[in-house]
């Protein structure tokens, strides 16, 4: 049973940054992509960034290109999102999701990952 589990929200100002994290258990995580997703209030759950754990190859939605990063940690089964030069639009619930794959394309879309986790918050004020 794959698990999932996310830290590191919380509210920061308009320029700041966050680090969240998201442990994963149950699985060997070595042919599985990993992702971050948001939702906002009131709006659909969207694409932030994708990693392949093996690989490492990343893909990241336009709207945080050049301020998140996403990267992995093999030894703590743990995937993190830099977030960067925060704004306000950047305010949701993030979520953590992953998919079992053997390839190397990077999912966007949120029907293809089956295992998420529980959601941190990340309130950015202006």
């Known amino acids: 049973q794959v698990q999932l589990v996310e830290s590191g929200g919380g509210l920061v100002q308009a320029g700041g940054s966050l680090r969240l994290s998201c442990a994963a258990s149950?699985?060997?995580?070595?042919?599985?992509?990993m992702a971050w997703f948001r939702q906002a209030p009131g709006k659909g759950r969207e694409f932030v960034a994708a990693i392949n754990w093996s690989v490492g190859n990343t893909n990241y939605a336009d709207s945080v290109k050049g301020r998140f990063t996403i990267s992995r940690d093999n030894a703590k089964n743990t995937v993190y999102l830099q977030m960067n030069s925060l704004k306000p639009e950047d305010t949701a619930v993030y979520y953590c999701?992953?998919?079992?794959?053997?390839?190397?394309?990077?999912?966007?879309?949120?029907?293809?990952?089956?295992?998420w986790g529980q959601g941190t918050q990340v309130t950015v004020s202006s």
């Open positions: 149950g699985r060997t995580f070595s042919r599985y992509v």
């Open positions: 999701a992953a998919t079992a794959t053997s390839a190397i394309f990077l999912y966007t879309t949120e029907s293809k990952y089956p295992y």
